[in-house]
């Protein structure tokens, strides 16, 4: 089971993602010379017709932001994913005494061992900016389930590949949980790259 520690938050509004829509629509026309056939409201079956035919690169027209709060652990996970762009709370700028927390309760990742760790390391942490450590000497003493903000932008055809692969239970649990969390949120939005049938073109 997840803690409510670790959540998804979309940044990029929902005006401008149906905008970008409309671009990757244009885009597609382009190709097949069919811009005359555009409507405000065609995009979604337009854009569901490529993916089914295979098309999927005109997704990368559309570029969509989460902030993600989580573990150091997750997010080193997550950060491997290399057609992504990444901007991570620094632990070098910032005072982490709050933040050093478990993102999880699962009985088998032994959470009542973390919590101790945790208490201690955080002890010694906050004894380090006591004696005026600077933050460059006392982060190296943070351990991987520190909690920390990033946020992610990737195109919609990225997007659904992220997913593909984090939402698996070959994942880690947490970045398993933070996949599921942004994939609801684009159902939501783009709910047409998500039907069953159309879903396996675009992973």
């Given at each position: 089971?997840i803690?409510?520690?670790?959540?998804?938050?979309l940044?990029t509004?929902?005006?401008?993602?149906i905008?970008?829509?409309?671009i990757a629509e244009?885009?597609?026309?382009?190709?097949?010379?069919?811009?005359?056939k555009?409507?405000p409201?065609?995009?979604?079956?337009f854009?569901?017709?490529l993916?089914?035919?295979?098309?999927?690169s005109?997704?990368?027209?559309?570029?969509?932001?989460f902030?993600i709060?989580?573990?150091i652990?997750?997010?080193r996970?997550?950060?491997?994913?290399r057609?992504?762009s990444?901007?991570e709370?620094?632990?070098?700028?910032c005072?982490?005494?709050?933040e050093i927390?478990v993102v999880?309760?699962?009985?088998?990742?032994?959470?009542e061992?973390?919590e101790?760790?945790?208490?201690?390391?955080a002890?010694?942490?906050?004894?380090?900016?006591s004696?005026g450590?600077p933050?460059?000497t006392?982060?190296e003493?943070l351990p991987?389930m520190t909690?920390?903000k990033?946020?992610?932008?990737?195109?919609?055809r990225e997007w659904?590949?992220?997913i593909?692969l984090?939402?698996?239970?070959?994942?880690h649990?947490?970045?398993r949980d933070?996949a599921?969390?942004i994939?609801s949120?684009?159902?939501?939005?783009?709910p047409?790259?998500?039907?069953k049938?159309t879903k396996n073109?675009v992973y």
């Open positions: 089971m803690k409510g520690n670790n959540s998804v938050t940044m509004s929902y005006p401008d993602i905008a970008q829509c409309q244009h885009a597609g026309r382009l190709s097949h010379d069919s811009v005359s555009m409507t409201e065609s995009y979604g079956d854009l569901n017709h993916i089914k035919l295979g098309h999927t005109v997704l990368e027209h559309i570029t969509i932001s902030l709060e989580t573990s652990s997750a997010s996970e997550i950060i491997r994913h057609h992504c990444f901007t709370k620094s632990t070098r700028y005072d982490f005494s709050e927390k999880y309760d699962a009985e088998e990742f032994g959470v061992i973390l101790n760790v945790k208490d201690f390391i002890l010694q942490y906050k004894a380090g900016k004696f450590l933050n460059d006392i982060r003493m991987l909690g920390t990033l946020e992610m932008t990737t195109n919609l659904a590949y992220f593909k984090r939402e698996t239970k070959a994942a649990p947490v970045v933070i599921r969390q994939k949120s684009l159902q939501e939005i783009v047409w790259v998500f039907e049938e073109e």
